[in-house]
């Protein structure tokens, strides 16, 4: 199976600066990639999808890039609203994995 | 309004089978191009994904749990059952089902809210 690997473990950033999370992947998968940005009591939600398309209703500070093994999630300016956990997750084949994840925390 | 809710119990023992069941709404189970699946999360851990089945009635298992798991739809009901024999401590955790399309939307696109499930004697 692919292996997702996410860093850092956790983000400290302060409000209005940039936040930028990575994720790798042990083989290739094109760009058949998601980032979901996960809240305590609340369902998960996807903000980027094909590694760099933002989903309905996802605010353009939230930017994803990159392709193969190596992607990127980016936000560009942090609101309060975005001290989240975000995961990684590939739609290659099956099964699918997640990373481990990222923490973005207030700094 | 497009949604998914999952339900079963809060609590079971150790050996126990868990059942869960996900009751969906908005949309159909009966092509092969949607599927529903379950996702579950330890807390404090992260996300692990365990059994998908599509409207046509194609199953695929987490390798790692696969002797442990059967997925089941009933369509006409709208809602989709999993099943977790031999369940452990280990095993504690927020269980979410999701939706996935065969085409176009393959990422998991809706996500129930959860339920937690601790496995305790």
């Known amino acids: 199976e692919i292996v997702m690997t996410q860093s850092p473990a956790t983000l400290s950033v302060s409000p209005g600066e940039r936040a930028t999370l990575s994720c790798r992947a042990s083989q290739s998968i094109r760009s058949n990639l998601v980032w979901y940005q996960l809240k305590p009591g609340q369902a998960p939600r996807p903000l980027i999808y094909d590694a760099s398309t933002r989903a309905t209703g996802i605010p353009a500070r939230f930017s994803g890039s990159g392709s193969e093994t190596e992607f990127t999630l980016t936000i560009s300016s942090l609101q309060s609203e975005d001290y989240a956990v975000y995961y990684c997750q590939h739609y290659n084949e099956w099964p699918r994995t997640f990373g481990q994840g990222t923490k973005v925390e207030i700094k | 309004q497009i949604t998914l809710k999952e339900s079963g119990p809060t609590l079971v023992k150790p050996t126990q089978t868990l059942t869960l069941t996900c009751t969906f709404s908005?949309?159909?189970?009966?092509?092969?191009?949607?599927?529903v699946g379950w996702i579950r999360q330890p807390p404090g851990k992260a996300l692990e994904w365990l059994a998908f089945?599509?409207?046509?009635?194609?199953?695929i298992y987490s390798p790692s749990l696969k002797s442990r798991l059967t997925i089941t739809k009933d369509s006409s009901k709208n809602l989709v059952v999993l099943t977790m024999t031999n369940m452990d401590p280990v095993d504690t955790a927020t269980y979410s089902c999701?939706?996935?399309?065969?085409?176009?939307?393959?990422?998991?696109?809706?996500w129930g809210q959860g339920t937690l499930v601790t496995v305790s004697s």
């Open positions: 999701v939706r996935s399309y065969y085409y176009d939307i393959r990422y998991f696109d809706l």
């Open positions: 908005g949309f159909s189970l009966t092509t092969s191009t949607v599927g």
């Open positions: 089945i599509y409207g046509n009635d194609d199953k």
